[in-house]
């Protein structure tokens, strides 16, 4: 009777680990950005901003990639630009530094007609790191002597989020610029972008998938 119980114990242990690790692989979504648009509206450079997009998610959001506007083409940054996204409290919750190295380009958007093909952010992949529903979230990002954009045409948000609006520093480095507004969405100015990212479900598989081979080997032995 022992014998059986640990085997049973030893099976459910393995669903445990397996059946919602599975279940979790279908609830992320896609990697897409947060926002894009379909051709710059206005380019402009005045000194060295931190430009900062308040926004509130509608659900539970895992944040993979971090990225700035990129005007001048991969590889063509004046500037080096951090990038960052804090807490209504002020916390870093992820950064990044984006560079001339960085060479993610924007993730296709089939409602957007880019031109250049791509979109106009170049990106960091970070760790995972999840934002939740209804908190609210500042994105900062140094434009360096690189230039910005405003009232961009076909801007479009593409996760659950609602944005806010914008604020704006001269000379503030990656601070945390409050969540008080400047500007509101639809004439802001856009430097720092994020895009989702995906846990890597099918490593966690392989361990579910190894403890039920375990489990099913230990079964048989015990019923012997």
Partial sequence: MAKKLLATFAFALALVLIVPTAAY???????????NF?????????????????????QNIPVGYLGYYDANGVGNFVSNHPVGIFDANGNLLVSSVVTN?????DF?????????PGGFFVYNAVPITWLS??????IEGVSGSDPYTWNDPG????????????NWILNNGLNFNGIGLI??????YWGPDFATG???????????TGAFALAGLLRRKLSL
């Fill in 25 to 35: 692989a279908q609830i992320i979504p896609n990697t897409i950005e947060a926002w």
């Fill in 38 to 58: 379909s051709t710059p509206g206005n380019n402009f450079t005045n000194g060295n901003w931190t430009f900062g997009e308040v926004f509130v998610p509608t």
């Fill in 101 to 105: 190295a960085s060479n993610i380009t």
């Fill in 108 to 116: 296709w958007q089939p409602a957007l007609n880019y031109n250049p």
């Fill in 133 to 138: 529903a209804g908190q609210t979230y500042i």
């Fill in 155 to 166: 801007f479009t948000v593409y996760l659950p989020i609602n944005i806010l609006g914008n």
């Fill in 183 to 188: 500007n509101d969405v639809n004439d802001g």
């Fill in 198 to 208: 995906t846990p890597e479900p099918g490593s966690l598989l392989l361990v579910g």
